[in-house]
C-alpha cells in the first residue's frame, strides 16, 4: 500500500519570500502520478501541480514549482513570491493507476504580511 | 466542462439517526469516484472508492457504506450514526486525468 507523509504540521512565511513545504511517499509501483492540492479557508480542494513519475523534469506553475526525487521518494513544493492569499492548508497526494488518490496529513502555511 | 455537485452542505444529525450524502457529476462519464473525510485540522482520509456502477472499495471497516447507482452518482450512507462519525466529508471525481477535482464538501456534526 502507498502512504504519504508530511512532516511539517505549520509553517509561516514572510509575504514575498519564498517557502518550501516537504512530503516524502512510499509505493512499489514505478508509474504513479503526484499532486499538491490546496485547501483555503474555504475547504474547496484546489489542485495546485501535478507530477508524473515518469517524466524527471520538474512541474512548474506560475509561482509554484515542485522537486521531485523519485529514487528518494521525495515530493516537495516551492512557493516563491509567496501572497496572502497563498494562506492555506497544502497537501501532497499519491495516486497510482488513477484507482485511488492517497492523502498526507497536509501542512499549514500562513503567509504574513 | 466538468462538474461535481455535492450535498447537503452541512447537516446535524442526533446519535443513531441514519445518514445519506449524495454527490453526482456532470460533463463526463464513467469516473471514479471517491469519499474523503476529513477531521478538524486533519488530513484526508479515503473511506470509499468507486471505479464503476456496483463496484465499491472500502478502505477503512467503520459504520459507514457506498454505493454508486448510476454512472455518475455516488451515495454515503449509513444506518446509525455514532458521534465519531462527525468530520467534513468530500466527494471527489477523476478520469479520464488523475488528478482528482472536488465537490464543495458536507460539514457533519452528530450530536
Known amino acids: 500500500a502507498q502512504t504519504v507523509t508530511q512532516s511539517q504540521p505549520e509553517m509561516s512565511v514572510q509575504e514575498a519570500e519564498t517557502v518550501t513545504l516537504s512530503c516524502t511517499y512510499d509505493?512499489?509501483?514505478?508509474?504513479?502520478?503526484l499532486f499538491w492540492y490546496k485547501q483555503p479557508p474555504s475547504r474547496q480542494m484546489i489542485l495546485v501541480i501535478r507530477q508524473e513519475a515518469y517524466k524527471q523534469q520538474n512541474a512548474t506553475e506560475n509561482r509554484f514549482s515542485v522537486n521531485f526525487q523519485k529514487a528518494a521518494k521525495s515530493f516537495s513544493l516551492k512557493i516563491s513570491d509567496s501572497q496572502l492569499g497563498d494562506t492555506a492548508m497544502y497537501f501532497c497526494a499519491l495516486t497510482i493507476n488513477n484507482n485511488d488518490m492517497r492523502f498526507g496529513a497536509g501542512t499549514r502555511l500562513t503567509v504574513k504580511p | 466542462s466538468q462538474t461535481i455537485h455535492q450535498w447537503p452542505a452541512t447537516l446535524v444529525q442526533p446519535v443513531g439517526s441514519p445518514l445519506s450524502l449524495e454527490c453526482t457529476v456532470e460533463g463526463t462519464s464513467n469516473p471514479n469516484l471517491y469519499w474523503y473525510r476529513q477531521a478538524a485540522g486533519r488530513g484526508l482520509q479515503l473511506l470509499f472508492y468507486s471505479v464503476g456502477i456496483g463496484q465499491i472499495s472500502s478502505e477503512v471497516p467503520q459504520n459507514l457504506s457506498a454505493s454508486r447507482p448510476q454512472d455518475r452518482q455516488f451515495i454515503l450512507s449509513s444506518k446509525k450514526l455514532l458521534l465519531s462519525d462527525s468530520g467534513f466529508y468530500l466527494c471527489?471525481?477523476?478520469?479520464?486525468?488523475?488528478?482528482?477535482?472536488f465537490g464543495q464538501g458536507t460539514r457533519l456534526t452528530v450530536v
Open positions: 509505493t512499489s509501483e514505478s508509474n504513479y502520478y
Open positions: 471527489a471525481w477523476s478520469s479520464p486525468l488523475p488528478e482528482a477535482f
